[in-house]
């Protein structure tokens, strides 16, 4: 259906095609970091930050992920984050499964068959849902390998907004599964692919790079 990544991009920002079109925002949401990466992460939707900007997990939830990210010595440019509802519900409400469905159905099955990495993370309770099954759930499945429809392993974690939302002992018990999940992924891209870096020194400044995308956005 789509030749390439810009092909895809180009009819992503134009679409229509669901409920969600119609709720007040700026638009849909594409990918950032590299098309090209082993490794693709698959948050569940756009919060405000990530709706002005038209790019997934620049926010506050992030800024958090960044930072797990780079615990494990990745850096967001070097891997594909996206989404798998690419406009942001009113209110800021978390996405149904049924959203998820829709819309991923749309986008994100085409994403990955041209990103096609070797491995990809699930954030949070949508994206596990849609890429493993629906009675998945996020508490008992995460850090846990399964087959995806592209053929491709994944494994889940929590979505750094459900960090954000924690506080003392449950809150670090929590960062120390992220961590343990990352790790998981990164000694199996070491599996895959040995010698292979995932990491810019410095780490890039996405909110910086996508500025003029931004400022277009809202004044559009
Ligand atoms: S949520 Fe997805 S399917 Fe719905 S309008 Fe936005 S891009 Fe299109």
Redesign the pocket.
Known sequence: MFNNHSELEAA?LN???????HDPHNG?TSYNGTPESMLAVVGE?PGRVEDEYGVPLVGPSGQLLDKALASVGITRDLIYTTNI???RPKGNRT?TIE?GQ??AN??LDHELTLVRPKLIIALGSVALKYLDHANARITKDRGKWFATKYGIPALATYHPAYLLRLTGKELVKAKWEVFYDLKAVVDKLAELAPGLCLKSDPPPNLLELYEARRQKRMNA
């Open positions: 992503l679409c229509k095609q669901c409920a969600l079109a849909p939707g509802v690419k406009c996405p959203e829709i819309c749309r986008w």
